[in-house]
């Protein structure tokens, strides 16, 4: 019997436990720190919300949630030493293994002009995990209904458009000039603000950072920002984006930022030890190292580090880089590499494309419409359409306009 250390319960160590627990010969044992079976982490806005409740968000039994004969709940891994394949967990107890799959996701980064309010103060919350969803849950069913959000990337983008919807009060902060500054180019992210910002009670300030906090005991009751206006709240919210779970291995430094380094086997560089998800950086179809940060991949990843584990040789193939953000009924989408040599902006039906062409090939695009107009873009990123062709099709669509059955595969593209 072989014995296999998880060490993280979301998607990636629980696609893990699902695929090796229906192995012979292999004692899984799966530790988590959190406290509940694995949840689908991308629905916490809408339980911050009141939107969704918590078991609402757990994954279905059998899917590896963590229940099994080796699991333990609310237990970290402390310490973890490749070479000698042992783990000290918070309880104390010393375990060893004959294999172990790293699965521990990320945190928010808290940058340290915020490091004394965070962790200090009761209403200052990141947003990760249930624990912490459910914290600004209850801070809002008190009554309480202003919340600034620090960081306009996903994640607050997201929570606020969630808490739009609650009839909340928010101020979405980000240094950068526009929202989601990492996932689109300021023009295309100006014209999705513009949704965000459309109904409710939602104020984006965006090109300001937090000067400082005034705090009441405990509690922070306001922030003060660089330009100086003064932005009043019940509870602030760090979506300051984040940095990977690795501190707890030895010879890992804590300011990893960048991910694990693996192999397409999802080996680290300690033979017997894999890594898959959030906690990794891998490589793109367009042969760039990127962080983890989407569920599709963790799971991919997982499933093939598993397999290696049960002594296959698996590799993971590249993988494609894609965001989507939703926004009432319009989406913010990007894929692909945005920030080749050249771009060209399009409309297709109602909706807004910038496409990038580097080489004379479309290696990426941004987005911002309705779903239906998105149709056939991913495969032209795959693919990588040639521009010529993208721009023949815009003169079968007569003008300033692509036709999203261009896209689809009829007609010049066929
Ligand atoms: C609000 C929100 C919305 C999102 N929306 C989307 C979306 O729409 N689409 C998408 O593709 N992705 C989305 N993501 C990202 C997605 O959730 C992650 O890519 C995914 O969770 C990664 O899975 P993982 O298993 O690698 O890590 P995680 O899901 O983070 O799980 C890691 C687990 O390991 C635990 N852990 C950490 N350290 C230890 C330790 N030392 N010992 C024991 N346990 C430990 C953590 O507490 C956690 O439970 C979203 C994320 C958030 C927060």
């Known amino acids: 019997m ?16 699902e695929v ?3 192995l012979e010969g292999f004692e899984v044992l799966h530790v988590s720190d959190e406290a509940y079976p694995a949840y689908c982490r991308h629905l916490l806005p809408g339980l911050a919300a009141g939107e969704r409740a918590p078991e609402d968000l757990f994954l279905p039994r059998g899917n590896g949630c963590g229940q099994g004969a080796g699991a333990r709940s609310g237990i970290a891994v402390s310490r973890l030493f490749p070479k000698a394949r042992r783990a000290l967990l918070s309880n104390g107890e010393e375990i060893s293994f004959d294999h172990a799959l790293i699965a521990t996701g990320a945190r928010v980064f808290v940058p340290s002009s915020l490091r004394h309010i965070f ?4 209403n200052v919350i990141a947003m990760r995990q249930m624990r912490e969803a459910l914290s600004l849950r209850r801070i809002l069913e008190r009554g309480n209904r ?4 620090i960081g306009a990337g996903r994640i607050g983008v997201l929570l606020a458009e969630a808490l739009k919807r609650a009839g909340v009060s928010i101020s979405l902060i980000d240094i950068a000039p526009e929202i989601l500054p990492t996932m689109l180019h300021d023009g295309v992210a100006a014209r999705l603000r513009t949704h965000l910002e459309a109904e409710g009670d939602l104020s984006v300030l965006a090109g300001r950072s937090v000067a400082s906090a005034e705090m009441e005991g405990e509690t922070v009751r306001a922030l003060h920002l660089s330009d100086g206006t003064d932005v009043p709240c019940d509870a602030v919210v760090l979506a300051t984006g984040v ?4 501190e707890f291995l030895e010879g890992e430094g804590p300011d990893r930022t960048d991910g ?6 999802m080996e680290t560089s300690a033979p017997g030890i894999y890594a898959a998800g959030d906690v990794i950086r891998f490589q793109t179809v367009t042969g760039k190292s990127a962080p983890g940060q989407l ?3 963790a799971h991919l990843q997982a499933e093939v580090a598993a397999r290696n584990i049960a002594g296959e040789r698996a590799t993971c193939p590249p993988l494609f880089i894609g965001n989507v953000v939703k926004i009432g009924p319009v989406i913010g989408a990007v894929a692909g590499e945005v920030d080749g040599s050249g771009t060209e902006d399009y409309r297709v039906g109602g909706s807004f494309l910038r496409i990038t062409l580097e080489e004379d090939g479309m290696t990426g695009f941004q987005f911002v419409g309705l779903p239906e107009d998105l149709r056939g873009l991913v495969p032209g990123v795959l693919k990588r359409f040639e521009a010529t062709w993208v721009r023949q099709a815009l003169a079968v669509s007569g003008g300033p306009g692509f ?11 066929a």
Do not use: K, M
Request: charged share 15%.
């Open 2 to 17: 072989e014995r296999v250390l998880i060490v993280g319960n979301g998607y990636a160590g629980s696609r893990a436990a």
């Open 20 to 22: 090796l627990g229906a």
């Open 119 to 122: 962790g200090r103060c009761g």
């Open 146 to 149: 202003r919340v600034a959000i």
């Open 243 to 246: 940095v990977p779970n690795t």
């Open 260 to 265: 694990l380094p693996v192999d397409a086997r």
């Open 295 to 297: 569920i599709l991949n």
């Open 403 to 413: 036709s999203p059955w261009v896209f689809a595969g009829a007609g010049a593209w």
